[in-house]
């Protein structure tokens, strides 16, 4: 044995004392009473005063820990619990079966194989489903060699899970989306080879068919590169300021040409003053290229958009709105149009050469910018889209 391994074993049954008797306060109590004078020995208390690490309170270390954790001995029973795992669990008595308090039979296995000691630390993968569904990777672990002390720790890994689905459910509707036009020009290709062989009429029908599907695969994959390109910098800030009614007023007149092919006027209430504000003006272009396209393919029954754009005082956020006059948005798909791929019809949307991305890019250079879309719409009076832009202080002005 060595000199490190007799000392643990010393000090052991001391240091189990000491926690047993601090276990029972509650969390302030506890570590009043660790740092008092009269809390142990002298020696030891001069130890943690000057951090040493060898006279660390397991509580204290409990206590630092953000997770949900355990301190159990060899029947299971629970000697310490932290506030984490008293927020997530509930509070539990000093002395309670860890068996009672987790009756899944994954739970006892795992307290049984830690107990047991062939191996340091053990690990299971549980889920509760109530009051909320939350997914956890619990570790179990012996405390030293001969403490008799065993530690149960939870990692929560809800979010992680909910990003992985969302990621897979991505993938799956990207691959879906492509693989529609894909087919299609398959099939074309198939009846090219075989009854269309020697119908010249026929070829060229299916060779324009052919050429929109590959368009249209090329629009998504843009599309799609735009979302990830925007999504591995989501927090760069733009620096440098713009004036977005400059801007505004460049998105309509590129817009016109869109607008008169839909037969919609594009009418314009716009300050002569400059309104400042911090962007990146390429992302902030293609926002407001996407909102006028929307509005002329999806609005454009109601013959004329209005853009505005306003700031009441330069302490004031600034509003840029985009309101069409077409069959506007039931009020159930609002909350779900910027997420990716949704489309109210979805047939609409590709007659439209839409890809249901154009809004989830839009919220995604707007959340760059610390900017917001909200949407307002009333079926049948069309819809107005506003983006809200923090205002840059008069001070901060360039
Ligand atoms: N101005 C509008 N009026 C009515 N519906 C709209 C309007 N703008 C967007 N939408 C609806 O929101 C959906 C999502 O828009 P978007 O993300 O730009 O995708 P896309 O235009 O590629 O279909 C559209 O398919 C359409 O159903
Ligand atoms: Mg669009």
């Known amino acids: 044995m060595n000199a490190m391994e007799k000392e643990h074993r010393e000090t052991a049954p001391g240091f189990r004392q000491r926690l047993g008797s601090a276990l029972v306060l509650p969390l302030t109590q506890r570590l009043a009473r660790l740092f008092s004078a009269d809390a142990a020995a002298p020696a030891e208390d001069a130890a943690v005063a000057a951090g040493s690490i060898d006279a660390l309170p397991a509580v204290f270390l409990a206590a630092a820990v953000p997770d949900p954790l355990y301190i159990f001995g060899p029947d299971a029973e629970i000697l310490h619990a932290n506030e984490a795992a008293d927020r997530a669990f509930g509070p539990v008595a000093r002395g309670a079966s860890l068996r009672l308090k987790f009756r899944a039979p994954e739970m006892h296995e795992l307290v049984g194989k830690a107990v047991a000691g062939n191996e340091a630390s053990v690990a299971i993968n549980y889920s509760e489903r109530v009051p909320v569904e939350r997914a956890y990777r619990v570790v179990a672990s012996r405390i030293g060699n001969e403490t008799g002390l065993f530690v149960l720790l939870f990692k929560d890994q809800s979010e992680a899970r909910r990003i992985d689905r969302m990621r897979a459910d991505f993938i799956a509707n990207a691959s879906h989306e492509l693989r529609t036009p894909l087919a299609s020009i398959a099939g074309f290709i ?33 599309d799609l590169l735009s979302l990830s390109r925007l999504e591995m910098k989501p927090y760069l800030k733009p620096g440098g300021q713009i004036d977005v009614v400059r801007l505004v007023e460049g998105v309509i007149e590129a817009t016109r040409h869109l607008a008169g092919e839909y037969g919609v006027v594009i ?27 929307n509005a002329c393919k999806y609005g454009g029954a109601g013959g004329r958009i209005q853009v505005s754009a306003e700031q009441k005082n330069p302490l004031e956020e600034v509003r840029v709105t985009v309101r069409d006059f077409g069959p506007g948005i039931a009020e159930e ?66």
């Open 190 to 222: 198939e009846t090219l080879r075989g009854p269309a062989r020697d119908d010249p009429v026929a070829r060229e029908n299916f060779l324009q068919i052919m050429h929109n599907q590959t368009q249209r695969m090329a629009r998504l994959i843009d």
């Open 267 to 293: 009418e314009s209430t716009l300050p002569d003053a400059p309104i400042p504000i911090a962007g990146n003006p390429d992302e902030l272009t293609q926002v407001f290229e996407n909102l006028l396209e």
């Open 333 to 398: 798909h609002i909350p779900r149009i910027t997420e990716r791929f949704y489309r109210v019809d979805v047939e609409t949307s590709r007659a439209q050469k839409g890809t249901g991305l154009g809004l989830s890019i839009v919220k995604h250079i707007l959340t760059r910018h610390d900017a917001r879309l909200s949407v307002r719409s009333k079926p049948g009076e069309g819809a107005a889209f506003t983006v809200h832009f923090p205002p840059v202080p008069p001070a901060a002005r360039g």
